[in-house]
């Protein structure tokens, strides 16, 4: 297999069980495990999720029409518990996905962290499990809820969320310290990552700047010209629909369809939006791993591919989806799809590498 | 570390820590009671509803469209300062492939930093007195701040693509 990488400088730069090799590892499998976990959300629970919503709002305002309250609060404690369903798997998706964007960052200021190499191992390993720890809680506050709980509104998953996060923020302030160190003339004993500039790496350095750029426009537009109309008409429908239930002039099946519409068009939105920039993030992040990747130019080229193609066909299809339905869902799932497939080639690569750097070095034996 | 590269990763830090701090704190001490007002508001509107009391009911949808406008801003004060903190560290490791003169790469950078504290610090200004103006300004001039940094920015990466170009296409010459 030919590979342009040299291999002794860069080797350097990615010593056995180092601080960045725990990074780089853990924060490849931490993205592509919360990009899967999104995948699956978006085809079996998100749309079923809002379809349970939309038909529970309209029972409630059934409810309301006929003088039943008490049928009402319980129709309500359902919604809370459908909301919490959908809001805990959107943050655990989210917060894991993060938590890899950070890992590689980290991994790219190693060399700037003047600490004793065993610390910094300690700190990723502390890291991966913080950013590993913290989705499982989020996804399981609905779960566990207040069961055994000491406290009235916290319950144990989010005891757990909760100490996984202040785990990430204490290894984030001891990598700042040691930055700081750094910048104090203090050497971090590693060398710098090499200088790549491979068409792997421009090709992802130009197209996650393009992306970001473009999502950034994108959510400056919604919330310039999307965000206080939809506040407003959320308001406005809500009051509509009450408003039928208490004259008993029928509508509410119409407000409620509207109030889903709505609801549908601001997410995909955000959705869009959020994508966007995060896939550029992604992209950028990864031009760096280049290097790592030890498989030849014409693979690691169809993975970059394949990384951007995903990463424009699921925000783009996302936004599609308020016209075209589940067909565009569909469409924007097989992007996130895409993307996932191309991390866990390059992944792939990254593990190659390492095993022929150990395998030379003796380290696996 | 040159000066931009070193503004830019220590910006992208603080930044990350503020960010991250403020999520720990709105998650232990503000986010649950916000969710069950909102929620509870809703409630309580389709119980008023059902006893016909019709003001009672338009102002509890009031309260929750209040408190669903600060709890959006509130969650995206959050994933804005951590994503763009993210984004300054990642531009700090590669700033020195951005072509622009000495002083640009100062200023665009410096501009990208403020930028990226100001807008999400309009966004949750406008929480403080719904609609107030100066917090939405904030947040316009912090987001066309940061727009116009990372369009430079692109730009600059662009002329490093063309650089290396004719890098590699003259060393091809001269190798044939």
Redesign the interface.
Known sequence: MSTHVTPIPTADTFAPMSARRIFIFGGIVLIAGGMLFGDIFAVFVLHQNGGQTGQALLAAAEAASTGNSLAVKQIFQHIGGLLEDHGTKVDAHVHMTDAGYLALLVALLQPYVALPQRRKKLLAGLFVAGGLLLPVGIFLIHYVGLAYSPFARIGWASLLADTAGALLIVVLLAEAYGLWKYLRGDDSGERELPTDSSWERRTLLSGGTILILVGFLYGAWYAGVDLHRHEARETQILKNLLDASTSGTGGTVVEVASYGSLAAEGAVKIAAHSHVIEFGLLAMLLSFVQPYVYLSDRWKRRWVTLLLGGSVILPVFVLFEINLGLLAGAIADVGGLLVIIALVGMLVGVLRYSGSLDAVSGVAR | ?SSPR?LL??GG??L??LG??Y??HY??FVE??TL?RM?GS??Q????????N?AE??GA??E??ST??NY?RQVDVH?HW??LA??L???G??FD?VVLSKRGRMWVASALVTGSFVFPLGVILQTVSHGASYASAL??LG?AT??IA??A??WG??RG?DQ?TQIESSSMGSTL
């Open positions: 570390m070193r990763v220590v830090l603080v990350a820590v991250t701090l999520g720990l998650a232990i649950h009671q069950d929620g809703l409630a509107a389709f119980v008023h509803a059902a006893e016909r019709t009911a338009r949808v009031d929750y469209a669903k406008y959006v994933s951590i994503g993210m984004l560290i990642v531009l490791a590669v492939n947040a316009i987001t940061v727009t990372l369009a920015i692109a990466f662009a693509a290396m």
